[in-house]
Each structure stands twice: as C-alpha cells, then as structure tokens.
C-alpha cells in the first residue's frame, strides 16, 4: 500500500506549512496525454497538496506548476543524462523512457543524486522506485515515491550510497 502526503508530513512537520489550502487542481489527463502514461497516485496526491519543494537545499521534488504539458516535456528531458549514462552501458542495466520497463524521473538532489520509477506494467501504483546516487550505486524501493521519502526523512529506510545521515525530520523545507 502506498503512503499517503499524510505519513510525509509526520515525518517532516515543517512540510505541512507549506500545504496549499485547497487541491491544485492539477490536470492528470493533460499530463498523461502528453507524458504517454499515467503515475503513481500517491505522487498525483502529493502534487495536489504541494507545489514543487526542496527539503534541507539538497532534495528538490518538483511538481506541475503552469503548464502541464510542459511539465512533462521537463520530465523528460531531465532523462538525457541517462541516455548518455545507458548508451556508455553505466546505468545500472537501466534505460529511459518510454523504452518498456524505462525509467522515469521523479526528483533529484543536488549532489547528482536521481530518482525515478521504473514503468511497466497496467499499474503505475505496482511501479517501484529507483534511486541512482552520484556514488553510482543503483537500487529500487517497492513502496512508493512519498513512502520512499517518509522513510529515508525517518531513518526507517536505508539511505544506500545517499547521504548518511539522511535528512531528518527537521530539515527546512522551501518552495522551489
């Protein structure tokens, strides 16, 4: 079962002041349309609660903000360095979408640490997340984006080749 923005909030409090009033109202179908497939709902819940954030100036999580169209032309471009990574057969075995299985962006820090999912499948819920650490070290969490980052931001998940610690609960949380 995937984590709610509910679980991200308890673990990271100063998220919560950021929170929008009311759903953002974002366009799904805009976004699938223009990306060729749905995502993961608990990452649609965490965009209609928040616009794009940073925790602690090292993770940035970005949302739809505007366009959505354009939001998923920046998705995918933001996986040309993978192609580069893939065609130099230093991807972990992985490769972008839209190939089957492709990997898919879904945040970055700012030490080159990424974050994807790996698509495949009717079921983007089903898709686990893949994380690349700048220490080349490949790896994927089963759970869900959201509950991915509740677990590194609690310690509960082993951050392997990201920062230790972790962020942690009281890291400063900024709108990007």
């Not at 974002?26 to 925790?55: H, M, Q």
């Not at 471009?77 to 993978?82: G, I, P, R, Y």
């Not at 983007?124 to 650490?133: E, I, L």
């Not at 790896?139 to 942690?168: H, K, M, N, Q, R």
Request: hydrophobic share 40%; glycine share 10%.
């Amino acid at each position: 079962m995937l984590s709610t923005v509910d679980e991200l909030e308890r673990a990271l409090p100063g998220l919560r002041a950021l929170r929008a009033a009311r759903s953002r109202k974002i366009n799904w179908p805009e976004v699938v349309r223009a990306l060729g497939t749905d995502l993961p709902s608990d990452y649609k819940e965490l965009c209609e609660a928040y616009p794009s954030f940073s925790i602690g100036d090292f993770l940035l999580v970005a949302t739809p903000q505007g366009s959505e169209s354009e939001f998923a032309v920046e998705m995918m471009e933001a996986l040309d360095v993978l192609e580069d990574l893939a065609e130099a057969d230093m991807s972990g075995g992985y490769a972008p979408y839209p190939r089957p299985g492709g990997l898919l962006h879904c945040a970055e820090s700012s030490s080159g640490d990424t974050f994807y999912w790996r698509t495949g499948g009717d079921d983007p819920d089903a898709w686990p997340v893949v994380v690349s650490t700048r220490n080349d070290d490949w790896w994927e969490y089963d759970e869900g984006f959201v509950s991915l980052l509740a677990g590194l931001i609690s310690g509960e998940v082993t951050p392997w080749g990201l920062p230790e610690p972790f962020l942690g609960s009281d890291a400063e949380v900024k709108l990007a």
